[in-house]
Every structure is written in structure tokens, then in C-alpha cells.
């Protein structure tokens, strides 16, 4: 991680096309500013997380549903195993 110090109206440039900006320090709080091409995602960190928990949610269903499909999912299995 890198970390650098910034005050007020200060700036930092992200590959050459993205820059933050120190807007305002009200105490434990900071503005940023961020202009970047429209193309880039920008999201806050707590709704990345809730993306990413998301996502991996939906690719491991419960395993209520699994439980529910695999006496079916048997059965067929048996049903070919006979043919």
C-alpha cells in the first residue's frame, strides 16, 4: 500500500488519466474529488464488498437448495446407470 500525505486542494494522478483531489479536512472526515474517465468503475469500498459477497452467494447456492435437487439428481443418475 501506498500511502502519502495530501492537504486541502491537493492532488494525486493515477496513470496518467485519473486524479483525487483533497477536497476538504473537516476533522476525522476528508472530501476527495476524483475525475477520471467515465469508462473507469469507481465505487466506495463497503459497496465493493457488498458486490463481491454478492456474487460469491450466488455462485454457492444454500445447501437447502443442493439438498432438495440431489435426491432427484440420485434418482436420474440411477435411471442412466440403467439404460
Do not use: F, Y
Amino acid at each position: 500500500m501506498l500511502i502519502l500525505s495530501r492537504k486541502a486542494d491537493e492532488s494525486i494522478c493515477i496513470q496518467r488519466n485519473i486524479v483525487v483531489t483533497v477536497l476538504e479536512i473537516d476533522g476525522d472526515r476528508v472530501k476527495l474529488g476524483i475525475n477520471a474517465p467515465r469508462d473507469v468503475l469507481i465505487l466506495r469500498q463497503e459497496l465493493c464488498d457488498e458486490v463481491k459477497a454478492g456474487n460469491i452467494e450466488a455462485a454457492n447456492p444454500p445447501t437447502q437448495q443442493i439438498e432438495q435437487i440431489l435426491p432427484s439428481l440420485q434418482e436420474w443418475l440411477a435411471e442412466r446407470k440403467h439404460l
